[in-house]
């Protein structure tokens, strides 16, 4: 069994399918039901050819320090951390209006991972259900922002 129905009211006409967690964490090119391993080669390629990147003064005051890496230099790092396949042009989903969306950039693709992420942790802390192999790899949260040295985006 690879999918399963979640949630009470499994209504026929909509359905809310999942997959199960390791399928989700096994890196299959162009099949974005496997996202949660994305995030883990994002999370992998940032940790290991990020730059520190100077702190915030919320950061600072933390202590906290952070990696950045240029979206321009993710997609060779993907197919070294993900999959030697790795393509990011092409890939597409079905957006919750059925809608075919295709991605046909990097940015993207890592924002669409990105959203995913966070309504993964939002409906798995609003259902009150219990943390899984997915979740637990979700942390840090990344975010994607505006280089201030480049003309480029980071991933953080």
């Known amino acids: 069994?690879?999918?399963?129905?979640?949630?009470?009211?499994?209504?026929?006409?909509?359905?809310i399918v999942a997959v199960e967690d390791g399928i989700a964490l096994t890196p299959r090119p162009s099949f974005t039901g496997t996202w949660p391993s994305l995030?883990?080669?994002?999370?992998?390629?940032?940790e290991s050819n990020g730059t520190l990147e100077p702190p915030t003064e919320a950061e600072a005051?933390?202590?906290?320090?952070?990696?950045?890496?240029?979206?321009?230099?993710?997609?060779?790092?993907?197919?070294?951390?993900?999959?030697?396949n790795f393509d990011d042009y092409g890939m597409g989903y079905l957006s919750e209006e059925g809608v075919f969306v295709k991605m046909r950039?990097?940015?993207h693709l890592v924002q669409a991972v990105l959203q995913w992420r966070d309504q993964r942790v939002e409906w798995r802390e609003s259902s009150g259900t219990r943390l899984t192999e997915a979740d637990k790899v979700m942390h840090p949260k990344m975010e994607l922002v505006v280089s201030k040295s480049h003309n480029d985006l980071v991933l953080r």
Request: aromatic share 4%.
């Open 1 to 15: 069994d690879v999918l399963r129905l979640v949630g009470n009211e499994q209504d026929t006409e909509n359905p």
């Open 105 to 107: 950039k990097m940015k």
């Open 61 to 84: 005051s933390a202590g906290v320090q952070m990696r950045g890496l240029l979206l321009s230099q993710l997609k060779p790092l993907m197919q070294t951390h993900w999959h030697a």
């Open 39 to 46: 995030y883990v080669a994002l999370k992998a390629a940032v």
